[in-house]
């Protein structure tokens, strides 16, 4: 079993309010207060070439308006940072439970990510999609960016959340579907969440259905041990079928709009032997359609 005191967890903001739904997510699950999370963003700063410029005489009022801003800038990107601290420290983290991290962009906001990611973290976690007010920040549509490339921790996208610790889980018989199982009920152990397994038929033909869903139920019954063996109780855990689906993806995410689930737990499928371009349908589907729930994509 693996101590929650060792866990590293890369949270990644982009300067805007939207990303500070990550902070609130996380500040709301208690286990998370045993890990220690790093706060990082990634700040574009104006190239060093440009400051050659100042050299002559013609150029030295643009190099002073550019230092300036880009003063500026750093002012406010820590400004912002800090305040994502504070947030945490007010939830219960303890000072030394949350450090922040403000880097230069070397390649590109997703593969600097990726880099810092493989420092030893054990999850990255990131907004949906984020406004920066504070220009110079570079993001843009990373999350999505992430879902295809990072296939060596577990990815948690968070959008408008509802304040719900109830769990979704997406099972589909495989082995990743399972590893889902194993690394929830290691993270929310003692979190006093509500999960539910649910598994997603398509098609009408009865004859299907029924070979479907019988080889779905000892798997039901695998990873509810697997979850009992966390510390999840009995009453906490519970399976639900869904039968003549046209989309799995569609499915999982009106299941999870309308039972009032705050989190839906994906397996990543379909892993490519390129490395940084590995992907799976379903998951990707799901992170598309939930706008509202925190969509965790482990591999």
């Known amino acids: 079993?693996?101590?929650?005191?060792?866990?590293?967890?890369?949270?990644?903001?982009?300067?805007?309010?939207?990303?500070?739904?990550?902070?609130?997510?996380?500040?709301?699950?208690?286990?998370?207060?045993?890990?220690?999370?790093?706060?990082?963003?990634?700040?574009?700063?104006?190239?060093?070439?440009?400051?050659?410029?100042?050299?002559?005489?013609?150029?030295?009022?643009?190099?002073?308006?550019?230092?300036?801003?880009?003063?500026?800038?750093?002012?406010?990107?820590?400004?912002?940072?800090?305040?994502?601290?504070?947030?945490?420290?007010?939830?219960?983290?303890?000072?030394?439970?949350?450090?922040?991290?403000?880097?230069?962009?070397?390649?590109?906001?997703?593969r600097d990510i990726i880099k810092e990611a493989k420092r030893g973290y054990s999850a990255v976690v990131i907004g949906r999609k984020g406004h920066s007010k504070i220009k110079g920040l570079i993001f843009g549509s990373v999350a999505t960016k992430l879902l295809a490339s990072l296939d060596f921790v577990p990815l948690l996208v968070v959008g408008r959340f509802p304040a719900s610790k109830k769990v979704l889980v997406a099972m589909d018989g495989s082995d990743a579907s399972?590893?889902?199982?194993?690394?929830?009920?290691?993270?929310?152990?003692?979190?006093?969440?509500?999960?539910?397994?649910?598994?997603?038929?398509?098609?009408?033909?009865?004859?299907?259905?029924?070979?479907?869903?019988?080889?779905?139920?000892?798997?039901?019954?695998?990873?509810?041990?697997?979850?009992?063996s966390w510390g999840f109780g009995p009453s906490h855990i519970s399976t639900k079928i869904i039968t003549g689906a046209v989309s799995r993806a569609g499915s999982i995410v009106r299941e999870a709009e309308e039972g009032g689930y705050g989190t839906i737990a994906v397996g990543r499928r379909g892993i490519s032997q390129v490395r940084e371009f590995a992907f799976g349908r379903v998951s990707n589907k799901v992170v598309q359609l939930a706008g509202k729930q925190v969509v965790w994509v482990v591999n």
């Open 1 to 110: 079993m693996t101590d929650h005191t060792k866990q590293k967890i890369l949270v990644a903001l982009d300067g805007s309010d939207r990303a500070f739904e990550a902070i609130r997510y996380i500040s709301g699950l208690p286990p998370f207060q045993q890990m220690h999370l790093v706060l990082f963003t990634i700040l574009d700063k104006i190239p060093e070439i440009y400051w050659d410029l100042g050299q002559g005489d013609m150029y030295s009022h643009r190099i002073k308006e550019a230092q300036a801003w880009q003063a500026t800038k750093q002012q406010e990107i820590e400004a912002y940072m800090k305040n994502a601290q504070m947030n945490l420290l007010k939830f219960g983290f303890s000072e030394d439970a949350v450090s922040v991290k403000i880097q230069e962009r070397k390649i590109g906001a997703t």
């Open 178 to 228: 399972i590893r889902t199982v194993d690394y929830l009920g290691e993270t929310l152990r003692n979190c006093d969440c509500d999960v539910t397994l649910i598994h997603v038929i398509r098609g009408e033909e009865k004859d299907f259905m029924e070979k479907a869903k019988k080889r779905i139920t000892p798997v039901f019954s695998m990873a509810t041990s697997h979850l009992e």
